[in-house]
T-cell receptor, first 111, second 115 residues
Framework: QQQVKQSPQSLIVQKGGISIINCAYE??????FPWYQQFPGKGPALLIA?????SEKKEGRFTISFNKSAKQFSLHIMDSQPGDSATYFC??????????FGGGTRLMVKP | EAGVAQSPRYKIIEKRQSVAFWCNPI?????LYWYQQILGQGPKLLIQ????????DSQLPKDRFSAERLKGVDSTLKIQPAKLEDSAVYLC?????????????FGPGTRLTVL
């Protein structure tokens, strides 16, 4: 079963706070785990991605934590800003082919 | 660099009618994907092309959906006949061959409403 489960469905965070979104996958053949950000009326855009040979990747305020044994990975947004308000999708793929997306998390950052 | 282009941006049709969507990928991107995104859900892959060949169409409802990528560049996705449950945003994405890079670049999508 190629499924990716994402939580929470929605998240409200105060400006400057930490936003945390979690994902779990089932297929151990997945070898690429990206996070996409989507604004209303736009297509998803790649935010950050990780491969299973590392446990953490940081790019600016965005960090992915990866737990291969638990088959879980998470996105942390430090110092969250109102401009970060968007829908975030985790995804997974094998050998660079079809992405399997999670259900999405709608993030709202309050000023 | 121009992004992935899609048209039309919006389409409203009656059920049982036909509709077609067009996608122009980023220049040089050999791999092209069509996704269906139902409101409130994540995108679901419908079909993946490598140049003008189909790599994966296992989730394409072939009784009503068809897609082609003639000459390995532009692509069209067709629904015939449309059902109410086909109301969604249809996203096109492109990438370099999977063995080189994994990032998929998405277009703005076509929002389809079936009445």
């Amino acid at each position: 079963q190629q499924q990716v489960k994402q939580s929470p469905q929605s998240l409200i965070v105060q400006k400057g706070g930490i936003s945390i979104i979690n994902c779990a996958y089932e297929n151990t053949a997945f070898d690429y785990f990206p996070w996409y950000q989507q604004f209303p009326g736009k297509g998803p855009a790649l935010l950050i991605a990780i491969r299973p040979d590392v446990s953490e990747k940081k790019e600016g305020r965005f960090t992915i934590s990866f737990n291969k044994s638990a088959k879980q990975f998470s996105l942390h947004i430090m110092d969250s800003q109102p401009g970060d308000s968007a829908t975030y999708f985790c995804a997974a793929s094998r050998a660079g082919n079809m992405l399997t997306f999670g259900g999405g998390t709608r993030l709202m950052v309050k000023p | 660099e121009a992004g992935v282009a899609q048209s039309p941006r919006y389409k409203i049709i009656e059920k049982r009618q036909s509709v077609a969507f067009w996608c122009n990928p980023i220049s040089g991107h050999a791999t092209l994907y069509w996704y269906q995104q139902i409101l409130g859900q994540g995108p679901k892959l419908l079909i993946q092309f490598q140049n003008n060949g189909v790599v994966d169409d296992s989730q394409l409802p072939k009784d009503r959906f068809s897609a082609e990528r003639l000459k390995g560049v532009d692509s069209t996705l067709k629904i015939q006949p449309a059902k109410l449950e086909d109301s969604a945003v249809y996203l096109c994405a492109s990438s370099l061959p999977p063995r080189n890079r994994h990032e998929q670049f998405f277009g703005p999508g076509t929002r389809l409403t079936v009445l």
